[in-house]
């Protein structure tokens, strides 16, 4: 086991890290910017470390400043949670020759996944059924009007080295096309340094699903069940649940094997993630893997009892997992909601500033992951996420009523939350139903939009 692991992260997961280490008898030391100097993290690991400005580029994405963090506080390893350098192709590698461990997988795993279309491409030859779609990055406009000829219309616009709903665009027509080639391109040059896209069929109303894996070094696989991520906004993740309802025994046991296929057939190890598309039909189409610790990891550990980010830990010091399988067993209902300092009145307008008060939801059954404290000052320098509500139950309505509970419990005075909206979609009809689909924020948000114009109307405002 490690001595002194390094957290190359802030925030919610960076704490979430920091409390695994502990556990394990480890020294966790965490690296963080000028920005976060009075956060939770840096008050709760054993040493902290500035490693420059607020800006990311000089921080939390500066590898020299990191790497020379773990040298100066003499850590024998490096967390990078997730988001920032946690996918980079190139990490495992730079910190193998300074003699530092990436607590994630090989260099060779990222980059066959960090490409969508390899990604696509190793997969299919894997036997997974992918989405069809272009085999290659487009070359340009012609292309693409060629392209999308012949697979037809709806189609998704999407950046190679995508992710969190960056450089995509769904493209509804021919007309529609050019532009949305022009903004995706734009769009994933600025946000992942490679402006190259490809294109697939769009599925109308499908379910996102993800299949959590995990690996260790000495080629064992596992899957811990499925998670349904289908209530996005702008692809977005903002409610998830675990298991996936609805699903059917054939479909848990065909998905759960291929993404124990898939990460046999890159050699991965550590934690990872298989995301799918489930249509209506109930086939479901590999689209991308995720190969880090996701956001959502802790309601798969409240249906597992298993500590993903421990295990991530271990399997990076070479330990062999202690169980197959036949061992992991599935118990109840989970659901999160992401709350994010945003004002959902302007438009979810991200809005850092002044926490005056906290107080987090308790009880049976709650789960809070945060960052926060009262007086802390969310800096507006990064991702709004302010921490995790999850709720357990013995099933999904269990789950889904201690979720209403826990929302009403929760304090945060002082910056807008999406907290108010959350408890809105716990009450819509449809997702208490489990009609779920990745469109469903979108169709109620446009409701509501409607609403409001229809009462203003009525009440002489328009």
Same mark, same amino acid.
């Given at each position: 086991?490690?001595?002194?692991? $390094?957290?190359?992260?802030?925030?919610?997961?960076?704490?979430?890290?920091?409390?695994?280490?502990?556990?394990?008898?480890?020294?966790?030391?965490?690296?963080?910017?000028? !920005? +976060?100097?009075?956060?939770?993290?840096?008050?709760?690991? +054993?040493?902290?470390?500035?490693? /420059? &400005?607020?800006?990311?580029?000089?921080?939390?994405?500066?590898? #020299?400043?990191?790497?020379?963090?773990?040298?100066?506080?003499?850590?024998?390893?490096?967390? &990078?949670?997730?988001?920032?350098?946690?996918?980079? &192709?190139?990490?495992?590698?730079?910190?193998?020759?300074?003699?530092?461990?990436?607590?994630?997988?090989?260099?060779?795993?990222?980059?066959?996944?960090?490409?969508?279309?390899? !990604?696509?491409?190793?997969?299919?030859?894997?036997?997974?059924?992918?989405?069809?779609?272009?085999?290659?990055?487009? *070359?340009?406009?012609?292309?693409?009007?060629?392209?999308?000829?012949?697979?037809?219309?709806?189609?998704?616009?999407?950046?190679?080295?995508?992710?969190?709903?960056?450089?995509?665009?769904?493209?509804?027509?021919?007309?529609?096309?050019?532009?949305?080639?022009?903004?995706?391109?734009?769009?994933?040059?600025?946000?992942?340094?490679?402006?190259?896209?490809?294109?697939?069929?769009? $599925?109308?109303?499908?379910?996102?699903?993800?299949?959590?894996?995990?690996?260790?070094?000495?080629?064992?696989?596992?899957?811990?069940? *499925?998670?349904?991520?289908?209530?996005?906004?702008?692809?977005?993740?903002?409610?998830?649940?675990?298991?996936?309802?609805?699903?059917?025994?054939?479909?848990?046991?065909?998905?759960?094997?291929? !993404?124990?296929?898939?990460?046999?057939?890159?050699?991965?190890? *550590?934690?990872?993630?298989?995301?799918?598309?489930?249509?209506?039909?109930? +086939?479901?189409?590999?689209?991308?893997?995720?190969?880090?610790?996701?956001?959502?990891?802790?309601?798969?550990?409240?249906?597992? /009892?298993?500590?993903?980010?421990?295990?991530?830990?271990?399997?990076?010091?070479?330990?062999?997992?202690?169980?197959?399988?036949?061992?992991?067993?599935?118990?109840?209902?989970?659901?999160?909601?992401?709350?994010?300092?945003?004002?959902? *009145?302007?438009?979810?307008? #991200?809005?850092? /500033? $002044?926490?005056?008060?906290?107080? #987090?939801?308790?009880?049976?059954?709650?789960?809070?992951?945060?960052?926060?404290?009262?007086?802390?000052?969310?800096?507006?320098?990064?991702?709004?996420?302010?921490?995790?509500?999850?709720?357990?139950?013995?099933?999904?309505?269990?789950?889904?009523?201690?979720?209403?509970?826990?929302?009403?419990?929760?304090?945060?005075?002082?910056?807008?939350?999406?907290?108010?909206?959350?408890?809105?979609?716990?009450?819509?009809?449809?997702?208490?139903?489990?009609?779920?689909?990745?469109?469903?924020?979108?169709?109620?948000?446009?409701?509501?939009?409607?609403?409001?114009?229809?009462?203003?109307?009525?009440?002489?405002?328009?």
């Amino acid at each position: 086991m490690f001595e002194r692991i $390094l957290v190359a992260n802030r925030g919610e997961i960076a704490l979430r890290v920091i409390r695994a280490c502990h556990e394990l008898g480890v020294d966790a030391v965490i690296a963080y910017s000028e !920005a +976060d100097r009075d956060s939770l993290p840096v008050r709760m690991a +054993d040493e902290a470390i500035c490693i /420059g &400005p607020a800006a990311p580029a000089r921080s939390y994405l500066h590898i #020299p400043s990191i790497i020379s963090a773990a040298e100066m506080t003499g850590c024998d390893a490096i967390h &990078p949670g997730y988001g920032f350098l946690s996918e980079n &192709p190139y990490i495992a590698e730079i910190y193998d020759k300074v003699g530092v461990t990436f607590i994630g997988p090989t260099t060779e795993a990222i980059q066959s996944m960090a490409d969508k279309v390899m !990604a696509r491409k190793v997969m299919r030859d894997a036997g997974l059924p992918i989405i069809p779609g272009t085999e290659e990055a487009l *070359t340009g406009a012609d292309q693409a009007r060629l392209v999308a000829d012949e697979i037809g219309y709806p189609l998704l616009m999407k950046a190679v080295g995508g992710g969190g709903g960056r450089g995509m665009r769904v493209v509804n027509s021919a007309d529609e096309l050019i532009e949305a080639y022009n903004v995706a391109k734009s769009e994933a040059s600025l946000a992942f340094g490679n402006p190259n896209v490809y294109l697939e069929r769009y $599925l109308l109303r499908p379910r996102h699903i993800e299949v959590q894996v995990l690996a260790d070094k000495h080629g064992n696989v596992v899957h811990l069940g *499925t998670r349904d991520c289908s209530l996005q906004r702008r692809h977005q993740k903002i409610v998830e649940e675990a298991p996936a309802p609805g699903l059917s025994p054939r479909t848990l046991e065909q998905i759960g094997a291929a !993404a124990v296929k898939g990460s046999a057939a890159i050699g991965y190890t *550590t934690v990872g993630t298989f995301e799918f598309l489930l249509d209506e039909r109930g +086939d479901f189409y590999f689209i991308e893997m995720n190969t880090r610790i996701q956001v959502e990891h802790g309601i798969t550990e409240l249906i597992t /009892g298993i500590d993903l980010v421990k295990w991530q830990i271990r399997v990076a010091a070479g330990e062999r997992l202690s169980f197959g399988q036949k061992d992991i067993t599935f118990r109840g209902h989970a659901v999160e909601c992401r709350i994010n300092a945003e004002d959902v *009145t302007r438009n979810f307008l #991200p809005a850092g /500033g $002044l926490i005056e008060l906290y107080l #987090p939801p308790g009880g049976p059954g709650v789960r809070v992951d945060s960052h926060l404290y009262s007086g802390y000052t969310a800096p507006s320098n990064y991702d709004s996420l302010l921490g995790k509500i999850m709720t357990w139950g013995q099933d999904r309505a269990e789950a889904v009523n201690r979720m209403r509970r826990a929302l009403l419990e929760t304090v945060i005075v002082g910056i807008p939350t999406t907290i108010p909206f959350h408890e809105e979609i716990m009450a819509d009809e449809r997702f208490v139903n489990g009609d779920v689909h990745t469109g469903l924020v979108t169709d109620w948000l446009a409701e509501q939009a409607a609403t409001r114009e229809a009462e203003a109307i009525t009440a002489g405002r328009l």
